[in-house]
């Protein structure tokens, strides 16, 4: 999704609240310990970045919005340890296993960037390789399947990024979880990111609806639902290439 002012004035507030600073500091206490190169795909305002910089040699930031990488370069003071890179995680340009850590905190799905005839094959590559672990997909929507193309580029690629040994954090805002705790989604995504090399190690969930407080959600009114946010971890344990 490309940035206007108004949707940018919107993410500094929601990113500046209490809630985002407590959500920040978690992801922090999980990936703290390993040092090393931080790759944060869709840095946006560079808040993350600014609280993971005493815990990592180098940070590389990147983003699709000139806007954001502007703010994140502010909001780190221009810190020697940082690289901002305008890079879409979709058709990205960075280096196979440069990152100790990357992290995913915003997952929209941009579709800025350039398309072209090594694109569409390499969409073909991927769309065969899902139907090949989930061969039932084969009757869904041209809507539906484009969705997962961009979804497993995605995937592909932040698990490419990663080095052997590294690990990817994935944050979610905005999620809902069952109040016993369950969340339906981390079979899916053991499944899909085992497939890129990915094992699950970690997976929390926290509860804070004040999250939500600036969107709406046809599940609001469901009973038995909590608000919040998740955070899983993933190591890499085998370098997977398509």
């Known amino acids: 999704m490309l940035y206007d002012s108004q949707r940018i004035k919107w993410w500094r507030k929601r990113s500046s609240s209490r809630e985002y600073q407590v959500a920040y500091a978690n992801i922090v206490r999980i990936i703290h310990g390993v040092g090393g190169t931080l790759v944060d795909v869709g840095c946006g305002n560079g808040r993350l970045m600014k609280k993971a910089l005493p815990y990592f040699d ?13 703010l994140t370069n502010k909001k780190t003071n221009k810190n020697p340890k940082v690289e901002l890179v305008k890079d879409n995680i979709l058709f990205s340009k960075l280096e196979s296993e440069i990152a100790d850590t990357t992290t995913l905190t915003f997952p929209e ?4 960037g350039e398309y072209n005839e090594d694109d569409k094959k390499f969409d073909e590559k991927l769309l065969e390789f899902y139907f090949s672990i989930l061969p039932d997909s084969r009757n869904l929507s041209d809507e539906q399947t484009t969705r997962i193309i961009f979804e497993f580029r995605r995937d592909y690629n932040l698990a490419r990024i990663t080095k052997t040994g590294g690990y990817f954090i994935s944050a979610e805002y905005d999620t809902f979880c069952s109040n016993d705790g369950e969340d339906p989604r981390l079979e899916f995504y053991s499944f899909a990111y085992r497939n890129f090399g990915l094992e699950l190690e970690l997976a929390r969930y926290f509860e804070s609806p004040a999250i939500f407080s600036d969107i709406e959600d046809s599940r609001d ?22």
């Open 109 to 112: 799905l941009s579709f800025a």
């Open 58 to 70: 180098k940070i590389i930031g990147t983003d699709t919005s000139d806007e954001m990488i502007f």
């Open 221 to 242: 009114s469901e009973e038995g639902l909590k608000k919040g946010y998740s955070v899983m971890a993933f190591k890499k344990f085998e370098h997977k290439l398509l």
